[in-house]
Antibody, heavy 120, light 106 residues
Framework: EVQVVESGGGLVRPGGSLRLSCAAS????????MNWIRQAPGKGLEWVSTISSGNTYIYYGDSVKGRFTISRDDAKNSLYLQMNSLRGEDTAVYFCARGSGTTSLNFDHWGQGVLVTVSS | DIQLTQSPSSLSASIGDSVTITCRAS??????LNWYQQKPGKAPTLLIYVASNLQSGVPSRFSGSGSGTDFTLTIRSLQPEDFATYYC?????????FGGGTKLEI
């Protein structure tokens, strides 16, 4: 069974940093692109970042570019999101999602999400 | 960036009804359009990919159509578990974008 499980969320002050992790199982992690997608409280879905298999392609949304870094460790079947210079508008549930195809043509399996709250 | 406009933003229906949700892209995206269902407090799940392909395990009462800029999600014979929020999402280019969502209520 395909599973992705996020961890690392919590409360952080504006300007602070946080690192999210996503542990994958049930599939050959190294063969898939992976993604972070977020959802602010009561709002819609916002794509954050994509990393292809083999780290060939990495993409970021404009709202996080230069502040967030996506990475993966295929030996550990894990995906990461390093979030720096956090702002109030980064408050959201962050979902890890497996992508279909090299550039994530769709998001076919999602984790349950982890809440990040940026507040003083 | 490609903007996706969903309509309606909310919709009331009854068990057994059929409903259609539309998604319009701000530019041509071929068939690179996906649909997701999200229930309160849960992660989204993929329903339809590349406009009209039913994801494995999704009931056949769900169907998608369209290409270019105009797309539809149709749900026939609504069941209680179908009341949720639905999102379209384009994979034609980066940044990936989602529609604003359609909340389907009883």
């Amino acid at each position: 069974e395909v599973q992705v499980v996020e961890s690392g969320g919590g409360l952080v002050r504006p300007g602070g940093s946080l690192r999210l992790s996503c542990a994958a199982s049930g599939f050959t992690f190294s063969s898939y692109s992976m993604n972070w997608i977020r959802q602010a409280p009561g709002k819609g879905l916002e794509w954050v970042s994509t990393i292809s298999s083999g780290n060939t392609y990495i993409y970021y949304g404009d709202s996080v570019k230069g502040r967030f870094t996506i990475s993966r460790d295929d030996a550990k079947n894990s995906l990461y999101l390093q979030m720096n210079s956090l702002r109030g508008e980064d408050t959201a549930v962050y979902f890890c999602a497996r992508g279909s195809g090299t550039t994530s043509l769709n998001f076919d399996h999602w984790g349950q999400g982890v809440l990040v709250t940026v507040s003083s | 960036d490609i903007q996706l406009t969903q309509s309606p933003s909310s919709l009331s229906a009854s068990i057994g009804d059929s409903v259609t949700i539309t998604c319009r892209a701000s530019q041509i995206i071929s068939s690179y359009l996906n649909w997701y269902q999200q229930k309160p407090g849960k992660a989204p799940t993929l329903l339809i990919y590349v406009a009209s392909n039913l994801q494995s395990g999704v009931p056949s009462r769900f169907s998608g159509s369209g290409s270019g800029t105009d797309f539809t999600l149709t749900i026939r014979s609504l069941q209680p578990e179908d009341f949720a929020t639905y999102y379209c999402q384009q994979s034609f280019s980066f940044p990936r974008t989602f529609g604003g969502g359609t909340k389907l209520e009883i």
